[in-house]
């Protein structure tokens, strides 16, 4: 199920800034015909061609609205995510957990449900969500945050089962730090730039892949999956016990 970018209808989410503003600008160099940029404050939106739909994704009003503004979109890319840097026993309380949980699952999870008949409507076309390498493991200093793309992630492929029949590609994006704001906190770590992502993820698309990976970290934390509390888990054990001493 390879779907065109030239001439497909594309809505971004969370478009104003980061991933989101590179999704928007590669989509129409590459010859979208039109690229909706969804953001929560269209003033942010400055890429020449876009347009702007005001969208928060945790607002079901800004949902509809948005599913009735873009009724002729074939392709949706849910991008916009939230990450408060916190982990799951050692937050002071649920603030930030429900934070991501709402931003990046239940808010995925209502675009999903909200253009899923708009995009059968438009032939099938494809659905793409923005997931993280920390769909497949939990990094403690952050672990809400990896339980809410864990939870994106079975959401994605659910969808995929739900939506085949309609010819819907559900894809899923994969990467480790991206240099964008929330990457920010990572300083030590090594990051991905935001246009090798995008770039992966529209060649992906363009492929019919269902899953795209973006680096070498997320290439070999997926193949490590099997043996993950011997591969992955030792290094964040010994990081997180470095780091909170006693
Ligand atoms: N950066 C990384 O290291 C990394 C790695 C793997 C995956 N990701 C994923 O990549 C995606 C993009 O992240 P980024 O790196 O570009 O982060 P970012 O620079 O922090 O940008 C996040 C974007 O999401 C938008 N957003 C947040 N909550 C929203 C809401 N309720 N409704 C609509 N838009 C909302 C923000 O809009 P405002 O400007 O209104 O806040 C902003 O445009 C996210 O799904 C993230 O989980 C990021």
């Not at 809505?11 to 989509?27: C, P």
């Not at 939230?82 to 934070?99: I, N, T, Y």
């Not at 969808?159 to 990457?183: N, P, S, W, Y």
């Not at 019919?208 to 964040?236: F, M, N, Q, W």
Request: glycine share 8%; hydrophobic share 50%.
């Amino acid at each position: 199920m390879a779907v065109r970018i030239a001439g497909a209808r594309v809505l971004v989410t969370g478009a104003g800034r980061g991933l989101g503003r590179v999704f928007t600008e590669s989509l129409l160099t590459r010859g979208a015909a039109v690229v909706y940029a969804g953001t929560r404050d269209p003033a942010q939106v400055v890429s020449p061609g876009a347009v702007p739909v005001r969208l928060d994704i945790t607002s079901a009003a800004d949902v509809a609205a948005a599913a009735a503004r873009c009724a002729d979109a074939d392709v949706l890319i849910n991008n916009a995510g939230v990450m408060r840097f916190a982990p799951v026993l050692a937050a002071p309380d649920l603030q930030s957990a429900r934070e991501e949980m709402e931003t990046n699952y239940f808010g995925t999870l209502r675009m999903c449900r909200a253009f899923a008949p708009v995009l059968a409507a438009n032939g099938g076309g494809a659905l793409v969500n923005v997931l993280s390498i920390v769909s497949w493991f939990a990094n403690p200093q952050n672990s809400s945050y990896c339980a809410s793309k864990s939870a994106e992630w079975a959401l994605t492929n659910a969808a995929r089962v739900e939506l085949r029949r309609q010819g819907t590609l559900v894809t899923g994006v994969f990467a480790g730090v991206i240099d964008t704001q929330m990457g920010a906190a990572f300083a030590d770590l090594p990051k991905t730039s935001p246009q090798l992502v995008v770039d992966q993820a529209l060649d992906g698309i363009e492929a019919g892949a269902e899953e795209v990976l973006c680096d070498d970290r997320t290439r070999s934390v997926k193949a490590a999956l099997p043996d993950d509390l011997t591969l992955i888990y030792p290094a964040h054990q010994a990081r997180w016990d470095a780091l909170h001493p006693g």
